[in-house]
């Protein structure tokens, strides 16, 4: 029996956004590393203006103050671009504050210990920040990559993502096939053209808000996740079929009053044991590739 949307039509199943654009999903496992970059650079531009405050009020030459301006430049080098940017900042940094000393170097006379020593310090503090913590930002990077991937949280709706939901999946067929246990399974999907045009932010706070939607229409036992298309899978445990379009037709009423759009704005798919146990076994399958897939390529 195929199962149909709970006011008798057919629902259409959106295509892979991920698949349609393939740099969306590296951008979402970017999401938790720019906020650590944006903390970092926060502290090194009110460090560096602090510093210039001090140099203005202690009289320090204008060369100084460049010069904090130019290590700001080295860890935005470093922070964005690890320690292969960081480097190229640094070695840029220290070939403009050389120049900014060469009047210095003439006046007096050559390059004496002291001058020696102020461009040496600068020199060596751009290394350090550009190759130092450059190279450390690689390694945050690579650890925050890690969590995001092995994470049970899809990072914008805050509720469990495709690798999680697969094995809730998995675990109530498991169920089904040794205790007879019946679970249904609710696919909701937003229309494309509800997001298209939206910006990120605005996205984000709409697959919020339609997450937090569907947790307030089931219970605490049920399951909800969101898949990486963008789709949301809710696994309803000990609900046969009737109950899950009851469940189906609720989401979708409320969803659709989130989005203040009409009836075509959301579809859902319904699946329940017994009848749909090859489709439900299917859509496990098919998630789990897409799983495997998506962290092999990362």
Not at 108 to 118: I, Y
């Amino acid at each position: 029996m195929r199962a149909t949307d709970p006011n008798g039509s057919v629902p259409h199943v959106g295509e892979d956004e991920d698949s349609e654009h393939p740099g969306r999903s590296r951008k979402k496992k970017d999401i938790a590393y720019s906020s650590f970059e944006g903390l970092v650079l926060a502290i090194g531009v009110v460090t560096v203006i602090g510093s210039l405050f001090f140099y203005y009020l202690t009289a320090h030459m204008i060369e100084e103050m460049v010069a904090q301006v130019l290590l700001l430049a080295v860890l935005l080098g470093a922070v964005r671009w690890g320690r292969s940017g960081g480097f190229v900042a640094a070695a840029l940094a220290s070939l403009v504050y050389v120049v900014m000393r060469v009047p210095l170097i003439v006046e007096s006379q050559g390059l004496d210990f002291d001058v020696a020593s102020l461009i040496a310090i600068r020199v060596a503090a751009y290394g350090f920040v550009g190759i130092g913590v450059g190279k450390l930002c690689e390694r945050i990077r690579y650890v925050i990559d890690g969590f995001e991937r092995t994470s049970g949280l899809d990072e914008w709706s805050r509720v469990y993502n495709q690798r999680f939901v697969t094995r809730s999946l998995d675990a109530a067929a498991g169920r089904f096939t040794r205790y007879r246990t019946p679970h249904s399974v609710v696919i909701l999907e937003i229309a494309r053209g509800i997001t298209v045009s939206l910006r990120p932010s605005r996205h984000r706070m709409l697959v919020r808000g339609v997450a937090d939607k569907i947790r307030d229409e089931v219970r605490a036992v049920d399951e909800i996740g969101r898949l990486d298309d963008g789709r949301f899978l809710v696994l309803l445990t000990n609900t046969e079929r009737d109950g899950a379009f009851l469940v189906a037709k609720r989401l979708a009423e409320g969803v659709r009053d989130i989005l203040g759009a009409g009836r075509e704005s959301v579809s859902t798919l319904v699946l329940s044991t017994p009848d749909d146990v090859e489709r439900l076994a299917e859509l496990a399958s098919r998630l789990r590739k897409e799983t495997d897939h998506s962290s092999s390529g990362s």
